[in-house]
């Protein structure tokens, strides 16, 4: 799964099927979403590792086989019991969301969403976030604010909550949560709050937030973000350790550019701090577990 969240699916696969053929339905879900991004529609070698799944009593895998779309690609028999499918994730997950687990709750929420009942989809993803589930948090805050839900009679209302369900998750430390609190934040011209959040980003493992970081530092007090000071050195540092882990092309352009602005000196001092950053340590994606 840590292969997976770095998008090494190539190589995430083998001991995923592994796993799988061991009766293992998580990873059976994973290789049938390997297997469905990778063809850009469920196959039928990932049909059956959905099937699989959710006879394992994985919720995801069910709403895979609910899905009526393209993603059922070429396939003659994609036209699954869709109704009972659904029928079924929740059947699941609800007696677990009910006990109070959150990974439940969100599934249940998942379901309903499924179903097209949007009430009951935010009423459970609410209760996870309340419980301090950092992902219903963060989930909450996007709900709220890039999809609109839930009713508010001002945008400043929506805004206070947007924010309040971004910094739970920040606190609790989700590393997606961190990166856009300290955005949202900035673009409300509150800088002080936002660079405070910007310092908790560059100790994440989170690959958006350490790139996004080092640019920060790069570009100090001229930047979008204005960080107080200017630190080159260490900016550049977490770039090419950055480079050095992903191998990045976004990442070398970055750091190509800044070069040509920076002294020998500082990009020598940065080469070498470089060595010592993100040493065996993954970067992640925080690829959400029922995506797109």
Known sequence: MTLYQQRYSAVAITPLEKAAKLGHAGAAYQVGEILRRRYTFITEEAEEFYRQAAEGGEVYAMLRLAKQSKLCGTLRHCDYDRERWLERAIETALPQAKTGDTGAMMAVGA?????????????????????????????????????????????????????????ASAENGFPKAIWKLSVELKEDGRFQEANKWVDYMGKTDYFNALYNYGLILLDGPDGMFRYPEARPVEGLAVLIALHRQKGSSEVKLAIEDYKETLDNGIISEAEALSESLLVDTPILFYLPKFGI
């Open 111 to 167: 379901a309903y969403a499924a179903a097209g009942k949007p009430e009951k989809d935010f009423e459970w993803v609410e209760r996870a976030a309340k419980t301090g589930d950092a992902f219903a948090q963060y989930w909450m805050a996007i709900m709220l604010g890039e999809l609109g839900r839930g009713f508010y009679w001002t945008d400043k209302g929506r805004r206070e909550d947007v924010l309040k369900w971004l910094r």
